[in-house]
């Protein structure tokens, strides 16, 4: 019996037994590297087993994924609630995840989709976008950005040290969610308030702020008919901000006028207009003045044409994947962008603007913190002080008021520790004026006021502090009233002090003089009664003032003399101790002991002197008339009082331009160092060393130097003669300045102040 066939048969059967066992075999290996990824571990795994379970864990935990994923046709969207796990790290929902689609239209594509199949680097560390394209898809990063971008969304998706890139890429998933899918309400609400947090980590950046901006305004107006929309003063596309068009077009459309903030955001964002550096560099303040501006006048608001065309309005993805015509939603709005008229209209008002903050948007420059300064304070227009705040303003007016409540007396290097924090070695008119004006911001004045004084405070010495009333709050709000009684009163003062004391029915004397002066406000009398209260605290120095006054001509001596007596008999009237002083005075001024009597004669109501005038001394024989005694001259003091004539004293009082400004010359000499004034001329030689600058800013600078200060009309017409614009002449000497000097040569207040003490030192 041939049993052959039998061995074969057993030998086939034993071949396929091997192969299942093998088969099996294979198969358990697979389940066992499943469950080592997955925690579930029945034994302990061969080594080389072990091995390659952990080289393949990655790909191992990607295959899983794809498998969930891929059993699905095209991607799936994640509910924001929900998490899946991609290549070792959980993703939070509002992503899409799958097979990413290749084909039909470019639409229905999304970039934005996690496919698991697609390689991921081990670790990323791509946090600048290096691999990431201009518009990204998830398929086309590179590997090692694939990982990073995983880690972003891992990571909360808010780390501002990310590419924008991976904020794009995770935005294309958003957008094509809330517009293709049209998901449920409160879904989107979901998505509306994710991409406002996007916005508000990554806003800085301008593509973020203008396609995530334009997906919030659009889908604002698909929430809601009239959405609650701020205006925007920012343009960062080309053309209108929808919210601006709309906003506005609903109000042309309703027969309502635009109000100031939408007439400025209408404006500053219209392509047409190209936004100047104040506006741009102090914008607040620049909202704050338009708005005063533009109420002054259209108190009611700009009234527009409404224009036939009506509002189109679209999305284009950012993805660049599709576009929609949602021209619907704006039913019958009108469009705006036609209208010229309002843009021009407000622009007018935006330029004068500018112009008003030009000096403040210059000091900005220099010192982009100076807003809480009382320098920057002060630069601003009177209008908005009110509405802007200032640390250091506010410490003086604590200060201040302080002082206020005890008579006001302070010490000049008290008063400039507080301003400038550190006690100066000297006071100069510059630093005087500067506290001047810091003092006025607070409706606080000082005296005497360097302005208009004609003696300026010592270091060492008092000024007196007083409010100022009328909410005046520039020192240089006086009329020609107070400058003539601030003459009349110093004069006063020193025919006064001329016998050593002030007596209390001098200083009353001295306040009659204020009260009788006609054409005073509130402040300037204020100003003038401070004003005696320092010359009562402070008289002049005796014996330097008197060597100053006789070095003047006989002429000017006599004028001064003249209008003491007509100060002194200011009331009508010279009593006998008024008449004493002036003798004093007269004597300080080098004039003859009978001058004064000849002066008093020819100001008295009865006219020269009625006595008959003697010729010559009767005779012993008689003939003749006999002429009466001449009475014996009292110099040093007259017992009745003398009536004058009022309207000759008020035409000597009234003429007192001369007198004042030698005045002005002789008290200045009283202080500690006198500084130039304006028209005071500086030698043309000595002028400082220009390296750095330019030929023709150098001849300007030449001559700019030649004063102490220039008004805003000759400073501009001094730039022009050299070629120059006025602003850039401004900041190229004062950069020149700043980096030479560490200080500006050119101070901006009312008038543009030349720092002389910097031209002093560039000679050194």
């Known amino acids: 019996m041939d049993t052959s066939w039998i061995a074969w048969a057993v030998a086939v059967v034993a071949i396929l037994l091997w192969l299942r066992e093998r088969r099996l075999r294979r198969k358990g290996r697979a389940e066992r590297g499943d469950s080592c990824e997955s925690g579930r571990v029945d034994g302990p795994l061969p080594l080389h087993d072990r091995f390659r379970s952990e080289r393949n864990a990655s790909s191992a935990e990607q295959t899983a994924a794809k498998d969930e994923f891929t059993r699905k046709k095209g991607p799936r969207w994640v ?48 946090l600048a976008g290096v691999g990431v394209d201009y518009w990204p898809t998830y398929a086309s990063i590179q590997p090692s950005s694939r990982a990073t971008y995983l880690d972003w969304l891992a990571g909360g998706r808010s780390d501002p040290d990310y590419s924008v890139g991976y904020v794009f890429l995770y935005f294309y998933g958003l957008e094509h969610r809330f517009f293709r899918e049209e998901p449920e309400d409160e879904e989107r609400k979901a998505i509306i308030a994710e991409v406002e947090r996007l916005v508000g980590i990554y806003g800085e950046n301008r593509s973020v702020r203008d396609y995530l901006g334009r997906f919030l305004e659009v889908s604002a107006l698909c929430m809601q008919s009239d959405p609650a929309w701020e205006p925007t003063f920012e343009r960062v596309g080309p053309e209108l901000p929808l919210r601006v068009k709309y906003v506005i077009g609903r109000m042309i459309q309703e027969g309502a006028t635009v109000s100031a903030d939408w007439m400025l955001s209408w404006m500053m964002t ?54 929609l015509d949602l021209s619907e939603l704006a039913a019958d709005v009108p469009a705006i962008s036609a209208l010229s008229r309002p843009v021009r209209l407000a622009t007018e008002i935006a330029n004068a603007v500018c112009e008003e903050l030009s000096k403040f948007s210059r000091y900005l420059a220099r010192d982009p913190g100076g807003r809480d300064k009382i320098k920057g304070h002060s630069l601003l227009p009177v209008p908005i002080r009110p509405h802007f705040s200032c640390s250091e303003l506010e410490s003086l007016r604590a200060w201040t008021a302080s002082r206020l409540k005890y008579g006001g007396l302070v010490e000049v290097s ?124 402070v008289p002049p120095k005796s014996l330097p003032f008197r060597k100053r006054l006789r070095e003047l001509d006989g002429h ?70 006999e002429v009466p005694a001449q009475k014996e001259e009292k110099p040093d003091s007259i017992a009745a009082v003398v009536e004058l004539d009022l309207d000759r004293v008020s035409a000597i009082m009234a003429d007192t331009a001369r007198v004042s400004a030698v005045l002005r010359d002789v ?56 070629g120059l614009m006025p602003g850039d002449a401004l900041e190229t000497v004062n950069e020149w300045a700043y980096q030479r000097f560490e200080e500006p040569l050119i101070e901006e207040d009312e008038k543009f102040q030349i720092n002389l003490e910097l031209v002093g030192e560039s000679r050194k």
């Open 270 to 323: 219209h392509p047409n207009w190209v936004v100047r550096m104040p506006a741009r560099r102090a914008f607040p303040e620049f909202q704050a003045l338009f708005r005063i501006r533009f109420a002054e006048k259209y108190p009611n608001g700009l009234k527009a044409a409404i224009p036939r065309r009506k509002l189109s309005v679209s999305y284009g993805s950012a993805s660049g994947t599709f576009s």
């Open 667 to 722: 008290f200045a000499g009283d202080g500690e160092r006198p500084e130039a004034i304006a028209g005071e001329s500086v030698d043309r030689d000595q002028s400082p060393p220009l390296a750095g600058l330019g030929a023709a800013y150098g001849d300007f600078l030449q001559e700019l130097v030649l004063r102490s200060s220039w008004s805003e009309s000759e400073f501009d017409a001094l730039a022009t003669r050299f």
């Open 556 to 625: 000017t001596r006599h004028e001064i003399g003249r209008l003491a007596l007509a100060v002194a008999g200011a009331d009508g009237r010279l009593e006998p101790r008024e008449i004493d002083s002036i003798r004093i005075l007269y004597r300080s001024l080098g004039l003859s002991a009978g001058q004064i009597d000849k002066d008093m004669h020819a100001l008295a109501a009865t006219g020269p002197p009625s006595e008959p005038v003697p010729v010559r001394q009767p005779t012993e024989s008689g003939s003749g008339y």
């Open 79 to 126: 509910p924001a609630r929900e998490t899946v796990r991609v290549a070792g790290r959980q993703i939070g929902g509002m992503v899409y995840v799958g097979r990413a689609s290749r084909i039909g239209p470019l639409e229905k594509q999304i970039g934005a989709c996690i496919d698991p199949a697609k390689p991921v680097a081990g670790r990323g560390g791509d």
């Open 414 to 537: 008290s008063l400039l520790h507080k301003l400038e924090g550190a006690r100066p070695d000297r006071a100069t008119k510059r630093q005087l004026v500067r506290a001047a004006k810091a003092l006025a911001l607070l409706s606080v004045g000082m005296a005497p006021d360097p302005r208009f004084a004609f003696r300026g405070p010592r270091l060492n010495e008092p000024v007196v502090l007083f409010p100022l009333r009328d909410g005046a709050s520039t020192p240089e709000a006086v009329g020609d009233g107070y400058r003539q009684a601030l003459l009349s009163i110093t004069v006063g003062a020193f025919v006064a002090h001329s016998d050593g004391r002030l007596a209390c029915a001098e200083r009353q004397h001295l306040t009659s003089l204020v009260d009788r002066t006609g054409g005073l406000t509130a402040s300037d009398a204020a100003r003038l009664r401070a004003d005696i209260d320092w010359l009562t605290a």
